[in-house]
């Protein structure tokens, strides 16, 4: 049974930092590029952070580069998200998401989300 566990959101004061924690099991985890998305209410889901399967190399929305860290542990079927200096826009709930494509087939999990609430 594939499973996502976020773990780490919270209230935090604007230019605070929080760490998300995202376990996996029940797939091959270090064959999917983890990704990070988060959906604020009334906006839709947007992809803040990616990081890829075998490289691990990164990529960012914008609106975060500078002050998130995507990064993966395939050991501990863990991928992290460092978010500093956080304002109040980067309130959302956000998710975990892994995914893969093997020639026509995708494979695409997701997490329940974790609030995180940028406050004063």
């Known amino acids: 049974q594939v499973q996502l566990v976020e773990s780490g959101g919270g209230l935090v004061q604007p230019g605070g930092s929080l760490r998300l924690s995202c376990g996996a099991s029940?797939?091959?985890?270090?064959?999917?590029?983890m990704n990070w998305y988060r959906q604020a209410p009334g906006k839709e889901r947007e992809l803040v952070a990616a990081i890829t399967s075998v490289l691990g190399s990164a990529t960012y929305a914008d609106s975060v580069k500078g002050r998130f860290t995507i990064s993966r542990d395939n050991v501990k079927n863990t991928v992290y998200l460092q978010m500093n200096n956080l304002k109040p826009e980067d309130t959302a709930v956000y998710y975990c998401?892994?995914?893969?494509?093997?020639?026509?087939?995708?494979?695409?999990?997701w997490g329940q989300g974790t609030q995180v609430t940028v406050s004063s």
């Open positions: 998401n892994a995914f893969r494509r093997l020639a026509s087939l995708k494979f695409d999990y």
């Open positions: 029940g797939f091959s985890f270090s064959t999917y590029t």
